[in-house]
């Protein structure tokens, strides 16, 4: 389908091209997908950010989910390895880091809410003040920070560029690691009807 490859956008809105890749990467089909704030050097979807507020009225915290096997591969083996313990200790005792992972906290829930207008999903007071990942003051989850990191830049999430520093061995922005990474002749995970009452209490993408 040279047509759709060609139309594998660069921009935030995901294709249906980017959505269908989303659920090849996560081999479920992905909901509530507003943007695509991180992609690969090709162009294929690195981070997805989800609405705020998912389709059947449900608050979303984690907005920037990341999706690229390869590197939710390298976050769950940093993850084994300790390097969130680690993390969350140096949180306490380091009153630096510790302020700008507060900002990073911050930062994370100003750009859902801009994500959330420009979906025009409106406000969710619900989470209001919460963000992902445990920010601000701990380190619950690599693939969350890592993924603010993506989607973010550079000097936005001080643990989040540290553990995407970390991936190096595995992922650099630098180089595209897709071939392979999933199977695109497979069939694209189905996007049942039946969803909505299905996974009422999923709360993943
Ligand atoms: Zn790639």
């Given amino acids: 389908m040279p047509e759709t490859i060609s139309s594998a956008s660069n921009g935030r809105v995901p294709t249906p091209h980017d959505l269908d890749n989303l659920s090849r990467q996560l081999n479920r089909p992905v909901r509530d997908v507003v943007e695509i704030p991180a992609r690969c050097i090709c162009g294929n979807p690195l981070v997805?950010?989800?609405a705020?507020?998912?389709s059947n009225g449900i608050p979303f915290p984690t907005t920037f989910y990341l999706t690229h096997p390869i590197l939710t591969a390298a976050a769950s083996r940093l993850e084994a390895a300790g390097l969130m313990n680690e993390m969350t200790q140096r949180l306490e005792t380091d009153t630096e880091l510790a302020a700008a992972y507060q900002l990073a906290h911050e930062s994370y829930i100003a750009a859902r809410e801009a994500i959330g207008e420009r979906a025009g999903t409106g406000p969710v007071p619900e989470i209001a003040g919460i963000s992902a990942g445990g920010m601000p003051t701990r380190v619950k989850c690599l693939h969350v920070l890592i993924g603010h990191a993506l989607a973010e830049g550079p000097g936005v999430n001080p643990l989040g560029?540290?553990?995407?520093a970390a991936v190096a061995q595995w992922w650099t922005p630098e180089s595209c690691y897709c071939a392979g990474a999933w199977d695109?002749?497979?069939?694209?995970?189905h996007?049942?009807?039946s969803r909505h009452v299905k996974h009422l209490n999923q709360q993943n993408p």
């Fill in 48 to 50: 997805a950010a989800t």
């Fill in 52 to 54: 705020p507020r998912l």
């Fill in 161 to 164: 560029d540290e553990a995407l």
């Fill in 184 to 189: 695109n002749a497979a069939p694209v995970p």
């Fill in 191 to 193: 996007k049942d009807l």
